[in-house]
């Protein structure tokens, strides 16, 4: 019997584990709280319980219900999904009636992000805003399809500055293009649960230059503390050698940035073999370039 359980128990922990270290990478951003959290109370709710297992399941429900109501009012939660081109417009997330609330909140973030941003010559220096509207949204109604143990497997085949007061005029010149962008946005492709939006931003950015400014800005959160306390840790064990522990902050800083985006530079060619070339084309002869050099 409990052999029996343990067998039905695993798969969904296993669930919570694979969405736990998603959580966990570098890139991920808070956009995909609320989506994952909505996927994952889908999953459990739909899913082919026992019925021994029934009051544990529902404990995790409820437990992630709690979360929800709590996250669901954060303005800039909801703005990030939005901003998000994986989960936009998703009805499995949010309903058709709540994205259109959405919109209007991310109509008034970007007034903010303007007002708050008047006279910067660098279009692309933001400071951390310090708002977030507590505002009561419920949460779009529950899929009617089922998933095994992948939540999000599919079940069916540039900037300008205002005035620090916006006028009536300006106003609704902003919410019209914030608008057609939108609508051009909700057209667009959705691209892979797995796909880097950082990415896709910088490659589509430029056809919505005000949702871009927005989302570097939403997307600038991330999802859990995981990546700040892995850079503390970094940086403890750079200070902590005795070596280094003479190092200004701003060199500690600058290493850890260079560190961070190590995996995008390409200072060499790859060290690893060609599979498409054969072993004669990688061929090198060594000894008539040995000679080559001491003559």
Not at 122 to 147: H, I, M, W
Not at 164 to 183: F, V
Request: proline share 5%; with cysteine.
């Amino acid at each position: 019997m409990d052999f029996d359980c343990l067998r039905h128990v695993c798969p969904i922990l296993r669930v919570f584990d694979v969405e736990t270290q998603k959580f966990s990478r570098e890139k991920s951003t808070a956009s995909v709280v609320l989506p994952t959290l909505k996927k994952m109370s889908d999953f459990l709710i739909q899913a082919n319980i026992p019925t021994t297992l029934e009051p544990f399941v529902n404990k995790l429900i409820d437990s992630i219900s709690d979360r929800v109501r709590k996250l669901i009012g954060n303005n800039l939660l909801r703005i990030s999904t939005l901003l998000d081109p994986r989960f936009a417009y998703d009805e499995t997330i949010f309903s058709k009636t709540n994205w259109a609330l959405i919109e209007q909140d991310l109509i008034e973030f970007g007034k903010k992000v303007y007002k708050e941003n008047e006279g910067r010559d660098d279009e692309n220096d933001f400071q951390p805003l310090g708002f977030l509207d507590e505002t009561d949204l419920s949460a779009g109604e529950k899929s009617d399809e089922s998933v095994r143990y992948d939540i999000w497997k599919p079940k069916s085949p540039g900037t300008i500055s205002v005035p620090s007061t916006l006028s009536g005029e300006l106003q609704t010149n902003l919410t019209t293009r914030i608008q057609l962008q939108l609508a051009s946005f909700k057209a667009f492709g959705r691209p892979s649960i797995d796909a880097d939006i950082f990415n896709w931003w910088g490659s589509n950015g430029q056809q919505f230059p005000d949702l871009v400014v927005l989302a570097r800005i939403a997307h600038s959160v991330p999802a859990t503390s995981v990546s700040s306390e892995r850079l503390f840790s970094k940086a403890g064990l750079i200070f902590s050698n005795t070596l280094r522990n003479r190092l200004s902050a701003k060199t500690v800083e600058k290493i850890l940035v260079v560190k961070a985006n190590l995996d995008e530079l390409h200072l060499a060619p790859s060290a690893e073999p060609d599979p498409e070339k054969g072993d004669d084309d990688e061929t090198i002869d060594v000894e008539d370039n040995e000679e080559d050099d001491f003559e």
